[in-house]
């Protein structure tokens, strides 16, 4: 008995030992594909239908199909977001967690106040990262 239960540590150890390689490769390659501009890589890391939280606002749909997204990709990560987005890093607890939020404050033109726009990260058993949520607020 006191064997498989080292044995499941042990397998537990491993998996969390590839998972964070995993995971950072998989976020550098998200950042690589945003910081080129590449809507079709992008679009291969996001979870489709894509929420976004809101309700049909300025273009944005609740719910995001792939070719939408492709179309209004500059929409959901405007140059300004960028860097954001560059300079983040998941951290140990973020992919423990396998969930994490990436937020980008900017000026709001209406109200004259910061508004957010926020990118919902999840991190699949493959080590794999996709975008499952954009959300809006301010």
Known sequence: M????CGE????ARRESLSAPSAAESWRSFQA??????????ASMVKF???TGIDEIDGFGGVVSRRRFERDF??????????TLLNFSPSPGDIRAKKWNV???????????ESTMGYEFVLSDDGKI???RLFFAG
């Open 74 to 83: 500059s929409s959901y990560f405007p140059e300004e977001a960028i860097p």
């Open 49 to 51: 239908p894509l929420e």
């Open 103 to 113: 937020s980008y404050n900017y000026p709001d033109s209406i109200s004259e106040m």
């Open 2 to 5: 006191g064997l498989v239960s």
């Open 130 to 132: 996709r975008l499952e």
């Open 9 to 12: 540590i042990t397998a537990e």
């Open 33 to 42: 594909a945003v910081k080129s501009n590449d809507v079709e890589l992008v």
